[in-house]
């Protein structure tokens, strides 16, 4: 027998839907941002991810690790392979991943396997972030392929987000 989880207290926080006139960095991270809201309310860490690819996005995902029982399931490695297979080419070098959050040690290697041009996130993480946070895979010496990095898109927006989560869950504890 299994308990049933007390209900989820809703979200907070609303999607933002930007503009399609100007599709600079701020636009594809509130895609980004409403991703980790769809998160959020399938009581997942919010962290959300897209990918473009010629001013399209080819790749929306959140993280579902508890859902899944995947500590793979981070929402950057679900967008890496729904890229991969959406142009036929595990090689995305002229592609761009957005994350609201500085990838971990896994997202912070694929992103580089995956031989991404850019990676441009909101929020460092100092503890796991591992492109420039804790440590900078980009910088390895022997690899050749080195991202482009841009570091603090919607910065506030996302931690608000994460830090709302946590701080309730913490208070249903
Ligand atoms: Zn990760």
Not at 39 to 58: F, K, S, T
Not at 92 to 121: D, H, I, Q
Not at 145 to 151: A, F, Q, S, V
Request: aromatic share 6%; with cysteine.
């Amino acid at each position: 027998m299994s308990e049933t989880p007390p209900p989820l207290p809703p979200c907070p926080f609303q999607k933002v839907f930007p503009s399609q006139l100007l599709r600079d960095d701020a636009f594809y991270m509130w895609l980004a941002y409403n991703q980790a809201i769809d998160a959020w309310r399938q009581d997942e860490v919010p962290i959300g991810a897209v990918i473009e690819l010629g001013g399209e996005v080819i790749a929306a995902a959140h993280n579902q690790r508890d859902n899944t029982h995947d500590p793979t399931a981070h929402a950057e490695i679900l967008a890496l392979t729904q890229a991969a297979r959406a142009i036929g080419n595990w090689r995305l070098n002229e592609a761009t991943l957005y994350v609201t959050k500085e990838p971990c040690p896994m997202c912070s290697g694929a992103t580089l396997m995956a031989r991404l041009k850019r990676v441009v996130f909101a929020v460092a993480d100092p503890k796991m972030g591992c492109l420039g946070g804790a440590t900078d895979l980009n910088l390895l010496p022997q690899v050749n392929h080195h991202l482009e990095i841009e570091r603090g898109v919607l910065e506030s927006e996302c931690r608000d987000l994460l830090q709302a989560f946590f701080r309730l869950k913490r208070a249903e504890e």
